[in-house]
């Protein structure tokens, strides 16, 4: 299974934030997506997931073109992503945070809290499901906005910053998750990143955007290079 955006362009007034770019995401992979500030790699993926509609270009799954559904309609055709900023439902239990997204499914209340425990506990979260989400420390809701994205049952799970604010110990045990997602939920995985330590030993494939455009893309190893790359980053972040 594929998901693709082909030749996308979005425009806000006179300015440009993407100019023509594609990007393809198969099931079992973790695709990187960098650049510096003002890229265009969240509105990349606000077209990817259904929070924005392009000027030109469509974004499919398998050919099946997607790019006028609602934004709802994304989640159903299986593509599901995470925001930059923690969301979770304060007022509930850190399980029934994520037994809310297996409800709204259809599943029982029984079968939603036995799947929302098999998450959990991949998430490393099993220890903290009777309590209050809004007493988890902030690494751990971070973990708790991927477990209901996970709830959805992606076919491609799209990931804006997931790192952000995580101490290096943090950022690198969430590595560690990701990277086993693909196999244990069968799902492609996009992750917007500006930790360069932890996309260079997470991601399969990674494409760099600057100005809007695709740079480069290719293995990390490929990347780190990469002289187009470098240039970018010039300044901002250094390649690890």
Do not use: W
Not at 21 to 31: H, N
Not at 34 to 49: E, F
Not at 196 to 217: F, H, K, P, S, Y
Request: aromatic share 4%.
């Amino acid at each position: 299974m594929l998901l693709q955006a082909r030749g996308v362009t979005v425009r806000f007034g006179g300015i440009v934030a993407i100019d023509d770019v594609s990007l393809t995401l198969a099931k079992g992979e973790v695709l990187g997506l960098i650049g510096p500030n003002g890229a265009g790699k969240t509105t990349l993926v606000n077209v990817l997931s259904g929070f924005q509609r392009p000027a030109r270009g469509a974004v499919d799954i398998d050919g099946d073109d997607c790019t006028r559904l609602p934004a709802r309609g994304f989640p159903r055709a299986g593509i599901v992503r995470t925001f930059q900023a923690v969301r979770v439902f304060r007022g509930l239990t850190v399980s029934e945070n994520v037994e809310v997204a297996y409800v709204a499914q259809g599943f029982g209340r029984a079968e939603a809290r036995r799947r929302a425990a098999a998450i959990l506990d991949d998430l490393e979260l099993a220890p903290k499901s009777d309590r209050s989400a809004s007493g988890l420390s902030y690494g751990q809701k971070r973990r708790l906005g991927l477990a209901r994205a996970l709830a959805a049952n992606p076919h491609f799970l799209l990931l804006d910053e997931p790192a952000a604010g995580l101490a290096p110990a943090e950022a690198t045990d969430l590595r560690h998750l990701i990277a086993d997602l693909p196999s244990k939920y069968d799902c492609g995985v996009l992750v917007i990143e500006h930790n360069m330590a932890l996309i260079m030993n997470l991601c399969d494939r990674i494409q760099v955007l600057d100005g809007g455009r695709t740079i480069a893309a290719g293995t990390p190893e490929a990347i780190r290079t990469d002289p187009r790359v470098r240039q970018a980053y010039l300044g901002s972040t250094r390649l690890q």
